[in-house]
């Protein structure tokens, strides 16, 4: 057992440039030494931090443990960032049982696999666009110009959200998931709920093809209400924009990573689907699962765990986990695909799972098919990584690129 004494030493360390630029080399170091870890900040709620793979998996699917901080004799609104949220909206994410089975319930009619593969097609149209554009820059940078810009237009689409909003949508979803509260954040929760709540007006006397409409107009006795459609329109955007342009991303750098793996799957697009499983496990979109608390006094692995006390779930650690995973470090793309926690386990499980696949398949074989091989237009150590403990992603990637046709896309600077 790992304990840390009060002042929050972990939590520095895991709020680091270290720890954004490589989380996985100071998870590790916490894996080998125990399943969980103990850490008490000043002026908030104790907190562990779970990497081992099967307490990852206890934690996300035991009764005792909440999404609601009230449960647990706390006040309510507490964040993984150890602060108090005055703005939050209510979604699935922050609801437990039964409200929680009633709100996916709701939801899961409206977004079926047949909606999500409706948007194939566009998706592919958006992301040939954002390639060809991106590919007419004399520096190609991959995540403004191609990894972020196909999830949001299509999370746009289905939600049936004017494209003309999409870049005021982009920086509202990166306010909201900033480590840390502050201004920004607020006038970000401020503007996306009263945009959402015209839309949703609006949807309701005009519906559309879209998802929002049908919530919007749905006539069943569960139907939202009004503020759990805000709710859920918030979750679906962020949870359908910010992991997924993170996926894409990394997938990316891997490809710039390993040139052996892009020649790979430019020779055989089909094992894309593979490739990107692969690269969910390795470098988890989402480091950490969003706050969860416990309602009674129990244990995770040998770590005793009080009433009150806020569980934070290393998904990223979790699929490194050794004991669960043969050579962890390791980008295996004949590694069975099944298993690994980035989209997370249990009752919240990532409803927009398939969307995320689907769109991340989709940029993959549009990119393998326009370059035939990629490398970083600056050292790996000038990257720059998204702060905080939920996600992981690189901020901008520029590269020189060879594309189809021996055309040579470089620059000298960023």
Request: aromatic residues 6%.
């Amino acid at each position: 057992m790992t304990t840390h004494t009060p002042g929050g030493p972990l939590r520095a360390v895991l709020e680091g440039p270290a720890f954004q630029a490589d989380p996985h080399a100071v998870l590790r170091k916490l894996t080998d030494s125990a399943s969980a870890h103990r850490c008490e900040p000043d002026g908030a709620p104790p907190q562990l931090l779970v990497t081992g793979y099967d307490a990852a998996r206890e934690v996300l699917t035991d009764p005792r443990v909440s999404k609601r901080s009230e449960r647990a004799g706390l006040e309510p609104g507490w964040l993984m960032s150890g602060v108090r949220d005055e703005v939050g909206v209510d979604y699935m994410l922050t609801v437990d049982p039964p409200d929680h089975t009633r709100l996916r319930k709701v939801v899961a009619r409206a977004f079926t696999p047949q909606r999500v593969e409706a948007l194939r097609p566009w998706t592919r149209e958006i992301a040939s666009q954002a390639m060809e554009a991106v590919l007419a820059q004399e520096t190609p940078e991959l995540v403004d110009g191609f990894a972020t810009r196909v999830p949001i237009s299509v999370i746009c689409e289905l939600l049936g959200v004017p494209l003309t909003d999409q870049d005021r949508f982009s920086w509202a979803s990166e306010q909201v998931v900033a480590p840390v509260a502050g201004s920004d954040r607020e006038e970000a929760y401020v503007w996306l709920s009263g945009y959402l709540a015209e839309l949703i007006a609006d949807k309701r006397a005009d519906p559309g093809p879209d998802l929002l409409s049908a919530l919007a107009v749905d006539t069943d006795e569960d139907r939202l209400t009004d503020p759990e459609l805000i709710g859920m329109a918030f979750l679906l955007l962020i949870a359908g924009y910010e992991t997924t342009a993170n996926l894409i991303s990394t997938v990316l750098l891997g490809l710039a990573r390993q040139p052996d793996l892009l020649r790979t799957l430019r020779a055989d697009p089909g094992l894309i689907p593979a490739a990107t499983e692969e690269f969910l496990r390795l470098d988890s979109p989402v480091v950490t699962a969003t706050e969860r608390f416990a309602t009674e006094d129990m244990r995770v692995g040998e770590v005793p765990v009080r009433r009150g006390d806020m569980l934070l779930v290393s998904l990223a650690a979790a699929n490194r986990d050794p004991a669960r995973f043969e050579e962890p470090d390791s980008y295996r793309l004949g590694r069975p695909a099944g298993g690994h926690l980035a989209f997370g386990h249990g009752v919240h499980h990532c409803l927009g799972a398939p969307l995320a696949r689907m769109e991340a398949e989709v940029a993959i074989t549009v990119f393998v098919q326009r370059v035939e091989s990629l490398t970083l237009a600056v050292p790996e150590a000038d990257l720059e990584w998204a702060p905080g403990l939920l996600m992981h992603g690189v901020r901008r990637l520029p590269v020189s690129a060879v594309v189809a046709g021996d055309s040579v896309v470089s620059g000298d600077s960023v």
